[in-house]
């Protein structure tokens, strides 16, 4: 059974390992029921409920629609160009999708194996957690306020490396980026 584990721990700021202590059981533990690789009983339902100070329900997923919001278009370098009037991209969707931190983008043009008007869908990570967007296509958020699109690389240290989508496109190395997206859906052309 899924459950908003994670989504209280991330919102109160707390390591595996803080929950844990909490709670009284070890990271693995909580890891293990975040994400659904142990069954999930009343008893820890409630031992976690008391922690996060809400109702054992309030941790339960329900199958409704979540809003994300749209950051604007991307260009055919894989920029984001922002919005532009009220004929552009919706403000935001409603949509049921697998994300903790859903954003969304509109492909202007196709880029690689989207075709234009595309809306992808994407789970912003930071942290420790960008590393899940590696190997992967994702949107990153830089300092500047710039998003990009590209395939996520490992860089050195805590850096990382992006990866165009396009043939033509110019590797950007050495990216140290305040959030890491990666795309969970498409919505559109493919």
């Known amino acids: 059974m899924q459950t908003r584990i994670r989504f209280f721990r991330k919102q109160r700021g707390w390591t595996l390992q803080q929950l844990a202590e909490t709670i009284g059981t070890t990271a693995q533990t909580v890891q293990r029921l975040e994400t659904a690789n142990m069954t999930v009983s009343m008893d820890w339902l409630q031992r976690f409920a008391d922690a996060f100070e809400i109702h054992p329900a309030d941790l339960l997923e329900t199958p409704a629609a979540r809003n994300v919001p749209m950051l604007g278009r991307l260009g055919r370098d894989g920029a984001l160009r922002g919005t532009a009037g009220p004929a552009a991209a919706p403000q935001s969707l409603s949509l049921d999708i697998p994300a903790d931190d859903p954003i969304a983008v509109q492909l202007e043009e196709r880029i690689n194996d989207y075709g234009p008007g595309t809306i992808l869908i994407a789970n912003r990570l930071t942290g420790a957690d960008m590393t899940n967007a590696v190997g992967r296509n994702a949107l990153l958020g830089l300092s500047t306020g710039a998003i990009l699109l590209g395939r996520v690389i ?36 493919v």
């Open 154 to 189: 490992r860089g050195k240290g805590d850096t990382y490396t992006l990866v165009p989508l396009r043939p033509q496109g110019d590797v950007r190395y050495d990216l140290t980026p305040d959030w890491i997206a990666r795309i969970v859906m498409t919505v559109g052309y």
